[in-house]
């Protein structure tokens, strides 16, 4: 089998570099004109594929969130899809399970087969055109009062009928008190560990997939579009 697509030379946990080779390759995504392309976030793993887009949680840890476990990981993928789902119903697709069969990687749906280990979850997303993005239409000036007034709407809607969460303003802020009342000290490092990061994101490329998979943060278009919908596919449920 092609090495690339194989884990037969790792034990558990299956590294991060083996996923995100196997999920870059041809194997997984038959009859592609171009291959896939790899775009890195602090979070996640971006996989732009023809008209797919995939992402995998990175097994990191930091103050906001914690995803080093696969059951976070895991957790986080089946929340992410219930939430958003309910403003881009026509970009989440589900999930798929990434498991380790005899020794290869492979792609199943949800709930996986018996006799499969999962080492990993990803969320599988119709990709959104980029000429559409946010980003992009506001730095083009393509913005009009008319959709921002039917955005307003469309969300002012969503809103009035969201399920409200039973948190009281006190529990809501305690985190982030404790976070203020942290030693200087550990503040400042993690402020200059947060500036270091953000000059790292700032000189990042986005790349193909034949790339090093340890390609940088940039964000493009094709980024900003799935982390929120395109502005059309939230205009269209409302």
Wanted: aromatic fraction near 6%; hydrophobic fraction near 40%.
């Amino acid at each position: 089998p092609d090495p690339a697509v194989t884990a037969a030379a790792h034990t558990e946990p299956v590294p991060l570099e083996a996923k995100l080779a196997f999920l870059a390759s041809a194997a997984v995504h038959p009859g592609l004109a171009a291959p896939p392309r790899l775009l890195e976030t602090h979070m996640s793993w971006l996989i732009f594929a023809g008209e797919r887009v995939l992402k995998l949680k990175k097994p990191v840890s930091y103050p906001f969130l914690d995803f080093s476990t696969l059951a976070a990981r895991e957790f986080d993928c089946r929340e992410e899809l219930r939430l958003n789902v309910r403003l881009a119903d026509g970009v989440y697709l589900g999930l798929l399970a990434l498991c380790s069969d005899r020794g290869q990687l492979r792609l199943a749906p949800d709930p996986p087969p018996a006799g499969t280990a999962t080492v990993d979850w990803l969320v599988q997303m119709r990709r959104l055109p980029d000429r559409r993005a946010m980003p992009r239409l506001i730095e083009t000036g393509a913005v009009t009062s008319t959709d921002v007034d039917a955005l307003v709407a469309r969300l002012a809607r969503f809103y009035r009928g969201a399920e409200r969460c039973d948190l009281a303003p006190g529990e809501h802020l305690c985190p982030y008190r404790a976070r203020a009342a942290e030693p200087s000290q550990q503040t400042s490092k993690r402020a200059v560990g947060e500036s270091s990061q953000r000059r790292t994101e700032a000189r990042g490329r986005e790349a193909p997939a034949a790339d090093d998979a340890r390609v940088k943060h940039r964000p493009s278009p094709s980024a900003f579009a799935h982390g929120v919908a395109a502005i059309d596919e939230i205009l269209r449920l409302g």
